[in-house]
């Protein structure tokens, strides 16, 4: 198996395992901020666990992290906190749509903080996608899920806001980042949780999610970027769009409405049509250079 098979099957991996953390938020059948608390927790435990045997002592790492360690760990505290919020207050296929945004937030952000010029084709696919998540909220207009779409797109913003302070702070350790998060997260939720909130099934459940799901996915995700090129990677991990929505109608009966799939239609078209076209681009472009290196 060479380099970019192995990747294609850690991403894989990684999109089956990520599109199951709605699922899992489901199964337990905790309620409000009570999943939010275990999911920091047991990630903040898996993730020092993880940095520790990868990367050496914690404290020279955390002191190297400084203050943008703080600000990114608490910027995924929102993403992870609205998530698992989000989840429960609306549809699996609304929330995964509308985080499927966040290559094209990731762009305006890019744009704004470091200066990054917005390609065409970006610009595009970024009308496209809004048009598609106005779609989506009109719809839960009527059903009853605004405040879980509102709660995806808070979400979507924090996670394209920390792909920008990873890109300009490269050195931050992104295992640490995420146990970080998990601080955050607990942090955020514990002040809205009453130990009668939990049941051991449910702890159960968010501890399988919370210390081997979540990060293993996240992790393996993070190892196939360095094996394939980065547009592979989002069309690839696109996929848990498809999954998760699928579990979950086979298990709870939740079928999206047409707005969702109208919505998102134009999302997943933006969102697959934009790194398929990149790729094509490059190859385009390598095949129009090799008679002038010959």
């Not at 979400?155 to 920390?162: E, G, R, T």
Request: proline share 4%; hydrophobic share 55%; with cysteine.
């Amino acid at each position: 198996m060479n380099y970019h098979e192995k990747g294609l099957s850690y991403l894989l991996i990684a999109a089956a395992l990520m599109s199951m953390d709605s699922v899992f938020i489901r199964l337990s059948g905790l309620q409000d901020f009570a999943p939010s608390l275990l999911f920091g927790v047991f990630s903040l435990i898996s993730m020092l666990a993880v940095t520790r045997w990868r990367e050496g002592k914690l404290l020279p790492l955390i002191k190297t992290g400084g203050i943008m360690l703080v600000i990114s760990g608490a910027i995924m505290g929102i993403s992870g906190t609205t998530f698992t919020l989000a989840v429960q207050k609306t549809t699996v296929a609304n929330v995964l749509l509308i985080s499927s945004l966040s290559p094209f937030f990731s762009a305006i952000f890019s744009w704004v903080f470091l200066r990054e010029r917005i390609k065409l084709q970006t610009l595009a696919a970024i009308i496209l996608s809004i048009f598609g998540m106005y779609i989506i909220v009109r719809g839960s207009l009527q059903s009853g899920g605004l405040v879980g779409d509102m709660l995806a797109i808070l979400c979507v913003i924090a996670v394209s806001l920390n792909f920008v302070v990873w890109r300009k702070y490269s050195h931050l350790s992104r295992s640490l980042v995420v146990g970080a998060g998990g601080f955050f997260i607990a942090l955020f939720s514990v002040g809205f949780v009453q130990p009668s909130d939990y049941d051991i099934g449910g702890v159960l459940i968010m501890m399988i999610m919370g210390l081997l799901s979540a990060p293993v996915g996240r992790m393996l995700m993070a190892t196939a970027t360095r094996l394939i090129p980065a547009p592979e990677v989002s069309l690839m991990s696109q996929i848990k769009i498809v999954i998760a929505p699928m579990v979950v109608w086979a298990i709870f009966g939740e079928v999206p409405s047409q707005a969702t799939f109208i919505g998102g239609s134009l999302i997943l078209l933006a969102a697959l049509g934009h790194p398929l076209l990149t790729i094509l681009m490059k190859r385009k472009s390598r095949l129009n250079e090799e008679p002038a290196t010959t």
